[in-house]
């Protein structure tokens, strides 16, 4: 089977700012609310010094006129729908990953469209019409793709040992495990993606 995975980083963010483009000059982050830690900013904020999982204290220290946004989940979810019924039009099997991400098995599509590089650039215009950032990934499963493109990586193939090769570079805390777990594969040295999977299952449940 053949997976492509899109993942949206900065969904609330980025539709804020297509609604209001005026704002673009202005650093603004998108707040957990939670923890009051930075999730999503702008090119702006980015520029005075603010950066992901930064305390939202921190960060109006460096801009005085930062506009804290308080993070929506459920209007990410909403957005995410919204773009899911769109790309339906252009393939027939998509499934809604909330709030980031959006799923589309390939497999079915090749034919239709004469192939994988056909298909994707279909796809890659519905994309850029919505003017958000996204990024995406093939694996020749669902967690592989997902996990290369929540990482931020961009990958349109359907040769396994390229995807393979691409993950096994990746920290494991990429495979967004439980942070207890992926904590403890730090713990006793695994580091890599690569690493774990060289681990035998017998040697690594003694671990």
């Not at 899109?6 to 609604?19: A, T, Y």
């Not at 215009?125 to 793709?145: P, S």
């Not at 990958?155 to 040992?161: K, S």
Request: glycine letters at 6%.
């Amino acid at each position: 089977m053949l997976w492509l995975y899109v993942h949206f980083p900065s969904l609330q963010l980025d539709d804020l700012l297509n609604s209001a483009p005026e704002k673009q000059q202005q650093s603004i982050a998108i707040v957990n609310t939670q923890c009051n830690q930075v999730m999503q900013l702008n090119a702006q904020a980015r520029l005075e010094g603010i950066k992901p999982e930064m305390g939202i204290g921190a960060a109006s220290a460096l801009s005085e006129a930062l506009l804290p946004v308080p993070y929506d989940e459920a209007g990410e979810t909403i957005l995410l729908k919204g773009y899911a019924q769109a790309l339906y039009r252009h393939s027939a099997d998509v499934a809604v990953y909330p709030p980031k991400g959006i799923l589309f098995n390939v497999d079915k599509m090749l034919r239709l469209y004469g192939g994988l590089e056909q298909y994707w650039q279909v796809l890659k215009q519905a994309l850029e019409a919505f003017n958000v950032k996204y990024h995406v990934a093939c694996g020749e499963t669902v967690h592989l793709a997902k996990t290369l493109a929540s990482y931020g990586i961009t990958l349109i193939t359907d040769d396994a040992n390229k995807q393979k090769a691409v993950l096994t570079p990746l920290p494991v805390a990429a495979l967004m495990f439980p942070e207890k777990i992926t904590t403890k594969f730090i713990r006793v040295g695994i580091h890599t993606v690569g690493a774990l999977l060289q681990l035998p299952l017998a040697e690594l449940a003694r671990r």
